[in-house]
């Protein structure tokens, strides 16, 4: 099983800030992540897929980068509506393969 | 607009059943897999089945495999989860989510608002 591993488990920042937040896979995925954003008590939400891609709707604020192990999410100035938790997901060939990160959580300072 | 509303969660004693339903809205059911992801409270995701989109394939998370069984209805753009032998640690908010085509793979989206199953005495 490819585990996720997400940093840091929350971050606190202020509005208007750049916010990064990592994952790392066990073993090479290629490009085959996605970023999710969930907020208290909703669904999570598709905001990065295919490592880079912003699904649609999502602001060209959230960007995605990364391949192999080493992934990133960056959110370019925050907006009070982006303080929720960011779960990343892998997906190898096989459904019974997808595994997520155990979430960042993103406060406000 | 895509919609996914899930159903049939409650309270529910330890071995016992309990069948989730997902009513589809907004899109051709019948072309796409779908998936029921759980999240037990103030935890993490976990990915629980698949279906494809004609139920021929399934796919189960080891946690679960020999107790749930996913199925779908595609006339009546619905699917369900059937959970039996339910133990407190299946305790969580079940979502169900379409698998949707990204470029180089497929994701989860859109997903249900979800529904708590409490597995309690």
């Known amino acids: 099983e490819i585990v996720l591993t997400q940093s840091p488990a929350t971050l606190s920042l202020s509005p208007g800030e750049r916010a990064t937040l990592s994952c790392r896979a066990s073993q090479s995925i290629s490009r085959y992540l996605a970023w999710y954003q969930q907020k208290p008590g909703q669904a999570p939400r598709l905001l990065i897929y295919?490592?880079?891609k912003r699904a649609t709707g999502i602001p060209a604020r959230f960007s995605g980068s990364g391949s192999g192990t080493d992934f990133t999410l960056t959110i370019s100035s925050l907006e009070p509506e982006d303080f929720a938790v960011y779960y990343c997901q892998q997906r190898g060939n096989w459904p019974q393969f997808i595994t997520f990160g155990q979430g960042t959580r993103l406060e406000t300072k | 607009q895509v919609q996914l509303a899930e159903s049939g969660g409650g309270v529910v004693q330890p071995g016992r059943s309990l069948r989730l339903s997902c009513a589809a809205s907004?899109?051709?059911?019948?072309?796409?897999?779908m998936h029921w992801v759980r999240q037990a409270p103030g935890k993490g995701l976990e990915w629980v089945a698949f279906i494809s989109y004609d139920g021929s394939n399934k796919y189960y998370a080891d946690s679960v495999q020999g107790r749930f069984t996913i199925s779908r209805d595609n006339p009546r753009n619905t699917l369900f989860v059937q959970m039996n032998s339910l133990t407190v640690e299946d305790t969580a908010v079940y979502y169900c989510?379409?698998?949707?085509?990204?470029?180089?793979?497929?994701?989860?989206?859109?997903w249900g608002q979800g529904t708590l199953v409490t597995v309690s005495s």
């Open positions: 989510a379409r698998e949707w085509f990204g470029e180089l793979n497929n994701w989860f989206d859109p």
């Open positions: 295919d490592a880079s």
């Open positions: 907004g899109f051709y059911f019948s072309s796409y897999a």
